[in-house]
């Protein structure tokens, strides 16, 4: 491993963005220069680390030869172009954005598929799943020896920061209008969203599906290759400002062992068991880098059901936790 190597964020003063640069700190990766990189109005504002305030450079002016390794926390079309941009120069990447996929790269979780890293041809550049999809993976891949899943159906209850920061102002705006009898103007949702529940996450398509249900169904089949016949995924959206909650119910080839399935659980670095329990947003995840499995049955009247409820802090653990496990397996071998 180098003694250090100099790195861009892309979207440093998104939510993502932000909780990269905590982890970096926190994780003492082996920062050398940070570059902090961000678009429009967000360029100029400062972020700290490591005692220091960074002033964060505008994006449209960044010679990526300055690092051999970028993370892209941002639109997929910002990111497509910097991505682009960050090869030409020789310099890595790790995509948050799903736009790596859309050019042929497939998503890689370090608890799923870290193999794929084997010997990379560098430039790198590497899809981060979803969050969401990282989070239904990661018990996934806790649980593939001991059951065999032929069908997977997911329900997600996201929180308003799958919208960004964007959705967190939206349900606090809301939510300080409808507490002071103001009358309430939805802006970035088309309905009124703070003390409701929505039944999908941003626009669907005409099978009426939503581009993050889609982006979650595709990464899940990359993921696990046996799913691809029989996956069902549904986003919806919670009141809440932060953290994922999702429930699964697995169909698999043979009986469930509950005793099983928890050793496995139990035994997987990354994820915390509550037994004769249930995990919450609030109470167990929001600040961990721990996902929370709880409620564990079979079915009702199928013992080769799987049913179980994950709690999980989305922007931290789900994206930017995950993208910085990515970045540490590539420079301990290969950078």
Known sequence: MPETIDIAVVGATGLVGEALVELLQERDFPVGTLYLLATGESAGKSVAFRGRNLRVGNLSDFDFAKVRLAFLSTTADVAQASAEQAMAAGCSVIDLSGASQGAGGLPVLPAANAELLAQPSLPVRISAPCAPAAEVAEVLAALRNVLKVRQLSVTACLSASVLGREGVQELARQTA???NARPLEPKLVDRQYAFNMLAQVGA?????YSA?????????????????????VTCSLAPVFFGDVLMLSLKTEGPVSLEA???????????????????????????????????????LTDSCELNLWIASDNVRKGAALNA????????????
């Not at 669907?204 to 009426?208: I, K, P, R, S």
């Not at 889609?214 to 691809?228: I, Y």
């Open 177 to 179: 209008e409808l507490l």
């Open 204 to 208: 669907v398509d005409e099978q009426g």
């Open 212 to 232: 993050l249900e889609r982006r979650m169904a595709r990464e899940l089949s990359a993921l696990f290759p046996a799913l691809r016949e029989g996956l069902s």
């Open 261 to 299: 399935v928890r050793a496995a659980l139990e035994a997987s670095e990354g994820i915390e068991q509550l037994e004769d329990d249930y995990p919450t947003v609030i109470g167990d995840a929001l600040g961990q880098d721990t996902l929370y499995v709880g409620r564990l049955r079979t079915g």
């Open 324 to 335: 910085v496990n990515l970045a540490e397996l590539l420079i301990k071998h290969y950078l």
